[in-house]
């Protein structure tokens, strides 16, 4: 499937606009994975901020500062904003940068449309940030949208519901690029088994957008129809069903939270081996891995609505399917421990953040078996437990990920090292606050705690104010992240090609700061640059 | 030489993780047990899968920080070279298939168990409005609504000026509570007047949702006396945080007589009975549009 | 052909489409809560998408007729479509996925079948589970539905006959046979604006005479959401068959490179078997 693919230097450096019309006119892999990290960053910011107003008013018990319908908005809009403009773009921007790198492609596979899907983007969020301005305020139903809460919003829903349209279109057009370039602009020689694993999950992340998120677009349709064109989907008057909703939400949102999280697998097995000099233990069996997660994401949906009174066979299947992935998950955390075993392992903040990933995600994932127990989910459910859950496996997991990718490649973007201090800083201060955040988050839903509520009795006091506290100090923690990542930018020490002494793969061939345009001529490639494949030894 | 110093780094580190693990128990495993037969089941199951997990993880983490400890290139260990595995890949793919199939076999008892609703003696139909509950005992035909007690309602306004703290049960009190026997098989009939709502009291081991246009049902036969409380589970709108659920559970003789006492202050009232929702959430919570944005 | 992989230096027209889509939709938001601008930002970004189409395309037409692509770039835009056309399957299948689970499980519930007993005895205790249905509260009124065997089915022929007209399109393409082929395609025009034609009178009887309409109910529901986004896609199908008609006519395509005639070729076999579908699920069953 290789083709031959290069490129032609005359066409490119035929014009190159400058300033603003650089960036929104750019088909450059670089530039625009760039601007989806740039975009990310701010929207981690914008989640992070309303993330403290929720912890804020949660300080102490008794409403102080933002009135429950507020207060509701601000935990829906956190929620999309996280998931849906920081998390998943933050994906798509690392994808941007370094699948063509990984794989010896000069470009994307469809650089216009990889344009479009960027530039949907601040669109959509200022359609969706712009509710908060109308006089009913946002959207307050959750990130779930459930009806027929979410029908009773004002004239918010018909935006929120367009927004989510666009992002989807953008996620579903940034995911057939990725799929498409890797399948067919790899250079001579980069065989499927020698794919790196962050292209490998990357492939199967695309696959499930392009399944998931027109799934997503159909149920928030039926929204916008159930409330302005009388259709009675979700209405039991009409022989509808709001329950039905659910399922087809979660049918995409199941799928979705894999979607933030393989590729995170993807690169704690980029920077294992790395920091550990050893190549990635059972490198087969994490692409099967990854490929059984993937399929049986699709099967697993009403495990988020084991109380909604299904049948019971319907509650066992969906608690067998559950249970079963956390075997695959399972295999990826024994395989990243033998890659360490009897390695040679050094601690830059890359495999910081990686080792971080490790223990906390494994934590969440723990967390995650135990929901899956349908009866002892009855009383987990829509608490705090589950508030614990998420963002174990989404901040230690996702979006620690990301921060160790940001730090592993932000050399070969920038042409500088980091601050090594500073970063060793950053993840400590991080991954203390964010056990003293999320941590008693567990207590607090076994002791009874529900979910997304403004006020509590006062028996959660305790708990909820050293969550607090350690949300502030997670979140100042974050400016110093960027500010870090804004001194890289700007200068420093030289990164040398390689980078990180035991690193291997073709983005570490390129020179530092990778050029604009990489592999005009397709690298010729074989087992010596690739330190991922078991076929090695 | 390698070998053994990887072991006594092992033992070393498990021990650590174990006295941090027990430290995360002490803190606060607070999960109640609850007071009827399947909360009790559903208690033994959270131990045991916490239990599964527990013993799971300290392998695990040891195996991750003894390799942190000892295979350092500062140490000048030189990496070695294998790369797979078949009898471990199988190993650890195996065994976990062995402990979720015996997780399962409890989890499937337990829950065809709560699914079990026929034969009850009691029927209580539970209709959750925004934001405060109904309850009607459809065999004794008396009903009633259960919302957010004055004290806690007048608290919890924005900048009230009142200490939390002074308020007897903040937001865990209810005007009227649910008067329930004691050892009598009751089974809830759950639903909506308006979004969907989530009837949940800890100690009765179970939440079920409550949707509008569809009736869940569910059980429960409580053994001991006592007033539990709980809240509603699922976001139904402003106000979802304030709409307590009190379950107070008497004597199967206090229960008749209450039901008696019920019936003629019921009769009573006949004819102005407050048949519209409305009504009461205008009558008992005055400040209710006072935080309307 | 090229022998390098083409990149082009600059896009212009995403930002465009970007603009385009944001005034759509907040035309179209403002619209639905009754906003005067609503409809004329509307119709402003529908205008500003429809010329960024077309300014896209026709960039991309241009530099396919210069022999800037070369066959990885023809291979990129062909696993592009596929993947596009899997995403619009899965669209489908939303509302397909409806369909089954409301006449699979909520009406029957509602009828008291299975899980649904007390539902139907404390809250529907006049409801009989049937379909079609517009549910307990005969939400929209009573409705007549459409039969299958009549116009529906002569829908089926003809749709399924413009799959072949545009498979003998195809062929005739490959063998170079320019006549043939713009007549084939004139024809496959035509079918799909038949089709067009029955299924637009169709809807004009359901809401006339039948008194079926979108809010009957769910059968209301599922039945025009399913038909109408099926319509609308054989809209746009049409709208592409004349586009590329018109660009057969005009001495586009080659024996051997001849993407664009089958991008849409494929898409307008997607909106046939989607048809199928519907014909069995929503017409005959
Ligand atoms: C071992 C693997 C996992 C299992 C068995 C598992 C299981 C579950 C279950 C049963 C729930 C529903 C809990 C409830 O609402 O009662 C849940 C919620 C959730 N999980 Fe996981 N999970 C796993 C891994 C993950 C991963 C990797 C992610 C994302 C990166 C994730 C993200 C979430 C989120 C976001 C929710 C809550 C969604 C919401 O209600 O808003 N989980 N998980
Ligand atoms: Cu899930
Ligand atoms: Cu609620």
Known sequence: MSYETTLSHDEHHAEHPTGLKRWVFTTNHKEIGTLYLIFSLIAFMLGGAMAMVIRAELFIPGLQLVNPEFFNQMTTMHALVMIFGAVMPAFVGLANWMVPLMIGAPDMALPRMNNWSFWILPFAFFLLLMTLFLPSGGPASGWTLYPPLSLQGGTNIAFVIFAIHLMGISSIMGAINIIVTILNMRAPGMTLLRMPLFVWTWLITGFLLIAVMPVLAGAVTMLLTDRFFGTSFFNAAGGGDPVMYQHIFWFFGHPEVYIMILPAFGIISEILPTFSRKPLFGYTSMVYATASIAFLSFIVWAHHMFTVGMPLGGNLFFMYATMVIAVPTGVKVFNWISTMWRGSMSFETPMLFALGFIVLFTIGGFSGLMLAIVPADFQYHDTYFVVAHFHYVLVTGSVFAIMAGVYYWLPKWTGYMYNEKLGKIHFWWSAISVNVLFFPQHYLGLAGMPRRIPDYAVQFAEFNMISSIGGFAFGLAQLLFIYIIWQAARGGERATDQVWDGARGLEWTVPSPAPLHTFDTPPKVDDSVTVHSDTLA | ?293 | MAEHYYVPHTAKWPIVGSIGLFVMMLGAGSWLNQAAIGPWFTLAGSVIVLVMIFGWFAQVIGESEQGLYNRAVDGSFRQGMIWFIFSEVMFFAAFFGALFYARMFAVPWLGGEGAGAMTNELLFPEFDAAWPTAGPAQLGGDFQIIPAFELPLLNTLILLTSGLTITLAHWALKKAKRGALVGWMAATVALGSIFLYFQASEYVHAYQDLGLTLGSGIYGSTFFMLTGFHGLHVTLGTIMLIVITLRCMAGHFSKKNHFGFEAVAWYWHFVDVVWLGLFVFVYVI
């Open chain 2, 1 to 293: 030489m390698k070998r053994t110093n990887e072991l006594i780094v092992a033992l070393a580190v498990m021990a650590v993780i174990i006295v941090v693990t027990w430290g995360i128990y002490a803190v606060g495993d607070n999960m109640p047990g609850g007071v009827t037969p399947f909360s009790k089941d559903v208690y033994q199951l959270h131990n045991v899968i916490l239990a599964v997990v527990t013993v799971i993880g300290v392998l695990v983490f040891t195996a991750m920080f003894t390799s942190i400890i000892v295979h350092r290139k500062s140490k000048g260990q030189e990496p070695a070279k294998f790369t797979h595995s078949t009898a471990a890949e199988i190993t650890w793919t195996a065994i976990p298939v062995l402990i979720l199939v015996i997780m399962a076999i409890p989890a499937t008892g337990v829950l065809i168990d709560m699914e079990e609703t026929g034969g009850a003696d009691i029927n209580i139909k539970v209709t959750g409005y925004q934001w405060l509950w109904q309850y009607e005992y459809l065999e004794d035909e008396i009903g009633f609504y259960s919302t957010l007690d004055r004290d806690s309602n007048a608290a919890r306004q924005i900048n009230s000026g009142v200490d939390v703290h002074t308020v007897e049960n903040y937001l865990l009190e209810v005007d009227k509570r649910l008067i329930v026997p004691t050892d009598t098989k009751i089974r809830f009939l759950l639903t909506s007047g308006d979004v969907i709502h989530s009837w949940w009291v800890p100690e009765l081991g179970w939440k079920r949702d409550a949707i509008p246009g569809m009736v869940n049902e569910a059980w429960t036969l409580i053994e001991e006396e006592g007033i539990y409380r709980g809240q509603c589970a699922e976001l139904c709108g402003k106000d979802h945080g304030f709409m307590p659920i009190v379950v107070e559970a008497v004597s199967p003789s206090e229960y008749r007589q209450w039901v008696a006492d019920r019936k003629a202050e019921q009769a009573a009232e006949a004819g102005d009975e407050p048949s519209e929702v409305q009504q009461i959430t205008a009558a008992d919570e005055p400040a209710h549009n006072a935080d309307q944005g």
